[in-house]
């Protein structure tokens, strides 16, 4: 006599722990019709043990966003669980890993900041080079930015002119 349409003992003897990497396939119907769909990523936490009401915590990271779904251990809309992969963790609950993801991300937007930064400081300096005499480009006009004048090279015709100043 099957009470539930679930393999409990399987899912009881399934040994998932936090830092584990597991793909849960969730039946959807749509259209009279149900599918497979699968959800893949890192076991953030397992509470309540292996009675009736335990739950799995699920995190994985789609299109930069983190996302989390809290699975019961022994639901029917749970088709199979898989674990991939095994990670040695030290902790039973690893609600850490949302910190340090936002962690790593605002390290990359610094990075992306001062970037950015540096490559507005290059097109600076191309826009200060000299341009030639009577001759415009298709782009917006240069603005004229005051900068440390190199000495000029003397030619030889204010060569005299300075030595009759000077006498």
Same mark, same amino acid.
């Given at each position: 006599?099957?009470?539930?349409?679930?393999?409990?003992?399987?899912?009881?003897?399934?040994?998932?722990?936090?830092?584990?990497?597991?793909?849960?396939?969730?039946?959807?119907?749509?259209?009279?019709?149900?599918?497979?769909?699968?959800?893949?990523?890192?076991?953030?936490?397992?509470?309540?043990?292996?009675?009736?009401?335990?739950?799995?915590?699920?995190?994985?990271?789609?299109?930069?966003?983190?996302?989390?779904?809290?699975?019961?251990?022994?639901?029917?809309?749970?088709?199979?669980?898989?674990?991939?992969?095994?990670?040695?963790?030290?902790?039973?609950?690893?609600?850490?890993?949302?910190?340090?993801?936002?962690?790593?991300?605002?390290?990359?937007?610094?990075?992306?900041?001062?970037?950015?930064?540096?490559? #507005?400081? /290059?097109? !600076? +300096?191309?826009?200060? &080079?000299?341009?030639?005499?009577? *001759?415009?480009?298709? =782009?917006?006009?240069? %603005? #004229?930015? /005051?900068? !440390? +004048?190199?000495?000029? &090279?003397?030619?030889?015709?204010? *060569?005299?002119?300075? =030595?009759?100043?000077? %006498?």
């Amino acid at each position: 006599m099957k009470i539930s349409p679930v393999n409990m003992d399987a899912r009881k003897k399934l040994d998932l722990r936090a830092g584990d990497t597991v793909r849960v396939y969730q039946k959807i119907e749509e259209k009279g019709k149900v599918r497979l769909q699968p959800f893949e990523g890192l076991v953030l936490a397992r509470k309540h043990g292996a009675e009736a009401g335990a739950t799995f915590t699920v995190r994985r990271v789609s299109d930069s966003y983190g996302v989390e779904k809290i699975f019961p251990l022994y639901s029917p809309v749970i088709d199979r669980i898989e674990i991939l992969k095994r990670s040695k963790t030290r902790r039973s609950k690893l609600y850490n890993i949302r910190r340090q993801a936002i962690k790593q991300i605002s390290k990359r937007m610094k990075m992306m900041f001062v970037n950015i930064k540096s490559e #507005e400081k /290059v097109v !600076e +300096e191309s826009k200060e &080079e000299v341009v030639v005499e009577g *001759e415009t480009s298709n =782009e917006a006009p240069v %603005k #004229e930015a /005051v900068t !440390e +004048e190199a000495p000029k &090279e003397e030619t030889p015709a204010e *060569e005299p002119k300075k =030595e009759e100043e000077a %006498k």
